[in-house]
Nanobody, 125 residues
Framework: QVRLVESGGGSVQAGGSLRLSCAVS????????LAWFRQAPEKEREGVAA????????DYSDSAKGRFTISRDNAKKMVSLQMTNLKPEDTAMYYC??????????????????WGQGTQVTVSS
């Protein structure tokens, strides 16, 4: 059974940091690109960052570049998102996802293999 379970969300003030983690199971992690998405109220779900199966390729949204870092540990079956210099506009439900491909080509919500249940991040000004 494929499962992705997020942890690490919470409330912080603007300028603060949070680290999200996601434990994956039910498939060999090296075979899937892993990604983080987020969805704010009344907005569409958007991709934040992705990392290839071997961890050598990363991709970030423009809003995440320079502030967020995605990493993975296939031995521990974990993917993480380190978020720094958080802004109120980063407030959203954050979702971990496995992508159909290994190399994150054309990663998007349409190419998701499986979703986690989400973890809330709230940034106050």
């Amino acid at each position: 059974q494929v499962r992705l379970v997020e942890s690490g969300g919470g409330s912080v003030q603007a300028g603060g940091s949070l680290r999200l983690s996601c434990a994956v199971s039910g498939f060999p992690p090296v075979t899937k690109c892993l990604a983080w998405f987020r969805q704010a109220p009344e907005k569409e779900r958007e991709g934040v960052a992705a990392i290839s199966g071997g961890g050598t390729i990363t991709d970030y949204s423009d809003s995440a570049k320079g502030r967020f870092t995605i990493s993975r540990d296939n031995a521990k079956k974990m993917v993480s998102l380190q978020m720094t210099n958080l802004k109120p506009e980063d407030t959203a439900m954050y979702y971990c996802a496995a992508i159909e491909s290994r190399f994150c080509d054309s990663w998007s919500s349409r190419t998701v293999y499986s979703w986690g249940q989400g973890t809330q991040v709230t940034v106050s000004s």
